[in-house]
Nanobody, 128 residues
Framework: QVQLVESGGGLVQAGDSLRLTCSAS????????MGWFRQAPGAEREFVAG????????DYTDSVKGRFTISRDNAKNTVYLQMNNLKPEDTAIYYC?????????????????????WGQGTRVTVAS
């Protein structure tokens, strides 16, 4: 079991930066691929970034490549999402999630259904 709590959201101006933090509890945290998803009003939840349990492999949706960076500190049971040069279209609730599998040897999942553990979300609003 993994419990996740996000923090770090807020209201910022276009071009600003934010760092989201996902604090995890549970003994298996370090063995899960982790992901960040977001959901804008009226839209489906979409994959933003993912990181393998080893920390060696990352994946990003095209719209955030070069602006967002996902990282993890397994010693602190924490995952981060550094978001730079934010745009109004980044406005959404951001969710941290852990894949159902542990010690996965396959690619980071991009579909929400592959994730079994979710945080409550943190709101990011980017004003133009």
């Amino acid at each position: 079991q993994v419990q996740l709590v996000e923090s770090g959201g807020g209201l910022v101006q276009a071009g600003d930066s934010l760092r989201l933090t996902c604090s995890a509890s549970g003994r298996s945290f370090s063995r899960h691929h982790m992901g960040w998803f977001r959901q804008a009003p009226g839209a489906e939840r979409e994959f933003v970034a993912g990181l393998s349990w080893t920390g060696a492999i990352t994946d990003y949706t095209d719209s955030v490549k070069g602006r967002f960076t996902i990282s993890r500190d397994n010693a602190k049971n924490t995952v981060y999402l550094q978001m730079n040069n934010l745009k109004p279209e980044d406005t959404a609730i951001y969710y941290c999630a852990a894949e159902r599998r542990v010690d996965s040897t396959v690619a980071i999942a991009t579909q929400p259904g592959e994730y079994g553990y979710w945080g409550q979300g943190t709101r990011v609003t980017v004003a133009s």
